[in-house]
């Protein structure tokens, strides 16, 4: 199964990631620190395109863990799951009083001027803190190295491209022949991203500190840069 999943299959991929946290608890839910619970968050400049990079992720580290349980969750499944009101409370309770305790606190430190219109992203944070929490996602986007602050488990990646290529992206994954509108809209949605983040979550993106690892995509095959990311989290002793 790909590790990128269409919203069709939702219900299913949920139901039976819950069943391998379920299985994976201790008596003592005190003692699940004690477990290594890894988790990658991938940020991006937009036109940098992920999605055959983790699902080589994905692909590897369920061969090398002998298991199924790496899963990435892009934009669309994130989405479906924060908008899908019965999964995503099932999905919060995989986890301990503690840790929802904690998802608490931290959208009260980082979501406090945030408008109307972005209420929402409440859900957001606690649907993929939960993700994370349970270990073995690769969140890609949705400010996920900012709603995993603090987790201990977790490898923040950045990736980035000189414009003209994300711009040359753009063009093919979104059919467009212009040039100039593809570079007028990989800069708005540039700015568009830059802006929210400072605005309403206090995070520079732009700054390289806040990651363990940037990456320039255009240098490396996916493969490469699958294997440069799995090799951080085996050099962590977060994967096998």
């Given at each position: 199964?790909?590790?990128?999943?269409?919203?069709?299959?939702?219900?299913?991929?949920?139901?039976?990631?819950?069943?391998?946290?379920?299985?994976?608890?201790?008596?003592?839910?005190?003692?699940?620190?004690?477990?290594?619970?890894?988790?990658?968050?991938?940020?991006?400049?937009?036109?940098?395109?992920?999605?055959?990079?983790?699902?080589?992720?994905?692909?590897?580290?369920?061969?090398?863990?002998?298991?199924?349980?790496?899963?990435?969750?892009?934009?669309?499944?994130?989405?479906?799951?924060?908008?899908?009101?019965?999964?995503?409370?099932?999905?919060?309770?995989?986890?301990?009083?503690?840790?929802?305790?904690e998802i608490s606190e931290l959208m009260r430190s980082m979501l406090t001027d945030y408008p109307p219109q972005v209420t929402v992203y409440k859900k957001l944070v606690q649907t993929i803190r939960s993700l994370s929490v349970?270990?073995?996602?690769?969140?890609?986007?949705?400010?996920?190295?900012?709603?995993?602050?603090?987790?201990k488990y977790g490898i923040h990646v950045k990736f980035v491209a000189p414009f003209s290529n994300r711009v040359r992206k753009i063009m093919e994954l979104n059919d467009i022949k212009d040039k100039g509108e593809a570079e007028?809209?990989?800069?708005?949605?540039?700015?568009?991203?830059?802006?929210?983040?400072?605005?309403?979550?206090?995070?520079?993106?732009?700054?390289?500190?806040?990651?363990?690892?940037?990456?320039?995509?255009?240098?490396?095959?996916?493969?490469?840069?699958?294997?440069?990311?799995?090799?951080?989290?085996?050099?962590?002793?977060?994967?096998?």
């Amino acid at each position: 199964m790909s590790s990128y999943v269409k919203g069709s299959t939702l219900a299913k991929l949920v139901n039976k990631q819950i069943v391998s946290w379920e299985r994976a608890k201790k008596p003592l839910e005190e003692k699940m620190d004690e477990l290594p619970r890894p988790f990658i968050t991938i940020s991006r400049e937009y036109g940098c395109d992920c999605s055959t990079i983790c699902n080589i992720i994905a692909q590897k580290l369920n061969e090398f863990e002998k298991i199924e349980e790496w899963q990435t969750y892009d934009k669309e499944l994130i989405n479906k799951i924060v908008e899908d009101h019965q999964i995503s409370e099932v999905l919060i309770q995989t986890i301990d009083t503690k840790k929802r305790e904690e998802i608490s606190e931290l959208m009260r430190s980082m979501l406090t001027d945030y408008p109307p219109q972005v209420t929402v992203y409440k859900k957001l944070v606690q649907t993929i803190r939960s993700l994370s929490v349970m270990g073995r996602a690769i969140i890609v986007g949705r400010a996920g190295v900012v709603i995993t602050k603090g987790l201990k488990y977790g490898i923040h990646v950045k990736f980035v491209a000189p414009f003209s290529n994300r711009v040359r992206k753009i063009m093919e994954l979104n059919d467009i022949k212009d040039k100039g509108e593809a570079e007028r809209l990989v800069e708005n949605k540039d700015r568009e991203r830059h802006s929210f983040l400072t605005q309403y979550i206090k995070f520079d993106a732009k700054d390289p500190v806040s990651y363990d690892v940037t990456i320039n995509i255009a240098r490396f095959s996916p493969e490469q840069v699958a294997d440069i990311i799995i090799g951080i989290l085996r050099a962590k002793g977060f994967a096998k």
